[in-house]
């Protein structure tokens, strides 16, 4: 729900129809490991190889993810952290325990919801204004990182036994130093906090954002950081990663993505809050810059802004092109944009029409059956239309597949928009209108006003040739490309308007999405 106060399932038609019609072209990588960090894996795909239910009718189970959720009247701007499914069959549930923002992961079996364990964390929160995210990351076949205090990280090496099993270790990385910080937990403490989720690469080196408040005894600033397997650390300043004195942060929520050959990390770098900044691109082996590239809104020419309060985070394509998602300068409707790169960010690409808290996920062109042109991969993207926001602004929000090559005027050109340069767009291919009408717009003026699609990243089913969707008006959708309907829909609450979450393809015909602070496990029983 964007607050301006700043405040189907139907399998591949055929039987015979080989999955290697699915497979990607060369050169080109479609990933099909279980959900291991935010939007899946380290590039953001959102892609997944495992079917969903073949009828999505029942909620098998659900379970809280916030114990005490902070209401803002009828919304509730928070973003939680989306489930981890791993290999064995478990699902990593991030919980929030307390108004102030304590957090456990608890470890349920993917089909009943049992507990196997909880592991809490002292993690803190940095500053913020909406709540951010406390995102872990599966690492390697069966282990785990979490954040933790004082810029730390916690590293459990199974996720498939319980905490009591004498196989199970906890260990606790800095990447600035151990001994440095038991000998100075209280400074840390106070003035050092991550603030992105973690991502983990092949080798099993964790990358995340921080920010500090204050000195540290190691003359740690801002930045983003690495930690081996050995738990040795290295970082960079958001400062130097883009060479400009005047950005001083990662943007929050922001999880970095790692390009596809694992050399190169993506993340955001702002000044805080409602900022311009840039996209930089860090070499993984070093912690060095690599890339950076200024986040310009593309119709007025000038700096676009990269918002706290917002998840959208890079994402990498399958033939290493970067999409990330950003806020406008100027008045458009609260759309944002999504600029497209390609992989060293010097190539300024088409970009998308819509930004604003949104990682676009990665879509086959095989399974748009009435995709014609030359992409090999689609985008899905929200393509939301906030009602009352100007007089384009009348409630028709979509999500759509969008072609990232090609080019089509922008969407809302019209007096709503800031004057400025004329834009093209990736084309739309196909979308679909939320189907609930919206009762908190004046339906008489905005006769056509429906909820919004609530999601920062939505699940793929490849195999299935579908997404399954979180809407604010309560349900879940499965999204069948070859027909471009809601084949099926699933109430999960009385709907609520609320900040941006992610939907989950598990394992056994699973799907999870989070509404009103509880994620509901749907499938078929």
Not at 260 to 285: C, E, F, H
Not at 473 to 487: A, E, I, M, P, V
Request: charged fraction near 10%; proline fraction near 7%; hydrophobic fraction near 35%.
């Amino acid at each position: 729900m964007l607050v301006l106060s700043m405040k189907s399932m139907t399998p591949i038609a055929s039987a015979g129809l080989a999955l290697a019609l699915l497979t990607p072209a060369a050169g080109q990588i479609w990933r099909s490991q279980e959900w291991s960090g935010y939007a899946g894996n380290a590039q953001h795909t959102a892609i997944s190889q495992s079917l969903s239910a073949s009828a999505m009718t029942k909620i098998l189970w659900s379970t809280p993810v916030d114990l005490n959720p902070q209401y803002s009247g009828s919304e509730l701007l928070i973003h939680y952290a989306p489930p981890l499914v791993t290999y064995s069959g478990q699902v990593m549930v991030t919980v929030k325990t307390s108004a102030g923002g304590d957090f456990q992961v608890e470890a349920r079996n993917c089909l009943t919801g049992g507990l196997l364990f909880t592991q809490p964390t002292d993690y803190v929160l940095p500053p913020h204004g909406w709540t951010p995210t406390c995102t872990s990351s599966l690492n390697g076949l069966y282990g785990m990182v979490t954040p933790g205090i004082g810029g730390t990280i916690y590293y459990r090496n199974r996720t498939d036994l319980p905490t009591s099993d004498p196989r199970v270790t906890i260990q606790q990385w800095a990447f600035y130093g151990l001994d440095s910080y038991n000998a100075n937990k209280a400074t840390y403490n106070s003035n050092l906090y991550i603030c992105t989720p973690l991502t983990v690469d092949n080798a099993g080196n964790t990358y995340f954002g921080f920010r500090t408040t204050g000195s540290t005894p190691t003359n740690v600033v801002s930045g983003v950081a690495k930690v081996t397997p050995a738990g040795v650390g290295s970082w960079v300043s958001a400062t130097a990663a883009c060479a400009d004195a005047s950005i001083t942060t990662p943007q929050m929520n922001c999880a970095p993505a790692l390009s596809n050959d694992q050399r190169t990390l993506y993340v955001g770098v702002n000044s805080g809050g409602w900022t311009a900044g840039y996209l930089v691109g860090i070499d993984t082996a070093t912690m060095q810059p690599k890339y950076s590239a200024r986040c310009m809104d593309p119709r007025t020419g000038q700096p676009g802004a990269l918002l706290d309060d917002s998840t959208a985070t890079p994402m990498v394509g399958p033939d290493g092109d970067v999409y990330f998602g950003i806020f406008e300068t100027g008045y458009y409707n609260d759309h944002g944009w999504l600029l497209h790169f390609d992989a060293t960010l010097t190539q300024t690409k088409i970009p998308g029409a819509f930004g604003w808290d949104d990682t676009p996920s990665v879509v086959p062109s095989q399974c748009v059956p009435t995709y014609t042109g030359k992409s090999t991969y689609l985008l899905l993207a929200k393509y939301n239309n906030y009602v009352g926001l100007g007089p384009m602004g009348d409630g028709t929000n979509r999500v759509a597949i969008l072609d990232p090559n090609g080019s089509s005027p922008a969407p809302q050109n019209g007096p709503s928009a800031t004057t400025g340069l004329p834009v093209n767009t990736m084309t739309p291919i196909i979308s679909v209108l939320g189907p609930t009408p919206d009762q908190g717009a004046n339906l008489t003026t905005y006769p056509n006003a429906v909820h919004e699609w609530c999601i920062n990243s939505a699940a793929i089913d490849v195999r299935g040739r579908c997404a399954i969707l979180n809407s604010e008006d309560g349900n879940c959708y499965r999204w069948d490309f070859l027909t471009n309907k809601l084949s099926q829909t699933l109430s999960l609450s009385g709907g609520l308007g609320e900040a941006y979450t992610s939907t989950v393809i598990g394992r056994f015909g699973v799907s999870f999405a989070v509404n009103n602070a509880r994620l509901c496990a749907v499938g078929k029983p």
